[in-house]
């Protein structure tokens, strides 16, 4: 009878150690699931994140790119009706301002792009008059003051004979930007100075450009060589054309353009 109730016993407790076994393993089954789909979710959670960052970012340089192609497209069209608009106007300062003004009137930010080519288209034409305006009025609201913009301003000067007030601007322009002021800036003063025959004025803006160590170009070279010939000064005339003038000429012989040295004359 003892020995019938121990052997039931160590069955019951077997039994006991195999139920809970099964339900451990279970249960470790379940947490492995459990954290496996967690995974699984941060990384679909993570792809997603970056699919919407990708998604975000290219929707923004598609919106950047359509601005700037419709801004480049109608600033053609807004030139041209710039010019159209202060054409048939009065050489009167009030009402060219004025019209100016009304042509900007209505746009948030300053139609820069529009107006540098109502600038050109003005140039082409050679309205000197109108191209003065327009560059003036351009200053006058803080906007152009390119070296671009200084050169037509510049040439308009030259072309409309006033000869003062491209000397003021180009002192303001020494004065400002002494540093980045252009090659072909010293070569317009010195072509303005040249065609209104003030030789030593050009004697003064070469001065500036060598102090500034700016290279002048074979055009420059032969204005301020022809300067001081008229000031008298051949010594400084042949030093000048030694120093910068170029060695090579081009001639045409035998129908053909052919290059040779000018110490050979």
């Known amino acids: 009878m003892g020995a019938s109730l121990q052997f039931e016993f160590f069955n019951c407790n077997f039994l006991l150690k195999g139920i809970n076994s099964t339900r451990l393993s279970e249960k470790l089954n379940v947490t492995s699931a459990l954290k496996h789909s967690q995974k699984q979710g941060e990384l679909s959670l993570t792809i997603s994140d970056a699919a919407d960052q990708k998604k975000v970012k290219k929707a923004g340089k598609v919106e950047h790119h359509l601005w700037k192609k419709r801004e480049s497209a109608g600033s053609g069209q807004k030139a041209l009706n710039l010019v159209r608009i202060i054409s048939g106007l009065p050489n009167e300062k009030e009402s060219?301002?004025?019209?100016?003004?009304?042509?900007i009137a209505w746009d948030t930010e300053f139609p820069l792009i529009a107006a540098a080519k109502a600038l050109r288209i003005l140039r082409q034409?050679?309205?000197w008059k109108r191209v003065?305006?327009?560059?003036?009025w351009m200053l006058s609201k803080?906007?152009?003051?390119?070296?671009?913009?200084y050169d037509t301003l510049?040439?308009?000067?030259?072309?409309?004979?006033?000869?003062?007030?491209?000397?003021?601007l180009w002192n303001m322009i020494l004065h400002t930007s002494t540093?980045?002021?252009s090659k072909r800036l010293f070569s317009r003063m010195i072509s303005l100075y040249d065609h209104h025959l003030v030789p030593d004025k050009i004697v003064e803006v070469f001065a500036d450009m060598e102090e500034l160590g700016v290279k002048p170009d074979e055009d420059t070279v032969r204005r301020v060589a022809r300067a001081f010939q008229m000031l008298g000064q051949e010594d400084k005339q042949k030093l000048v054309l030694k120093k910068y003038q170029s060695r090579w000429?081009?001639?045409?012989?035998?129908?053909e353009r052919a290059r040779v040295r000018r110490d050979t004359e």
């Open 132 to 136: 003065i305006q327009v560059a003036k």
């Open 125 to 127: 034409q050679r309205l």
């Open 179 to 181: 540093r980045s002021v």
């Open 249 to 255: 000429k081009y001639i045409h012989f035998n129908g």
């Open 142 to 149: 803080g906007q152009g003051a390119t070296m671009a913009t």
């Open 96 to 103: 060219v301002y004025g019209a100016l003004d009304k042509w």
């Open 154 to 168: 510049l040439l308009a000067f030259d072309m409309d004979n006033r000869v003062d007030e491209a000397e003021t």
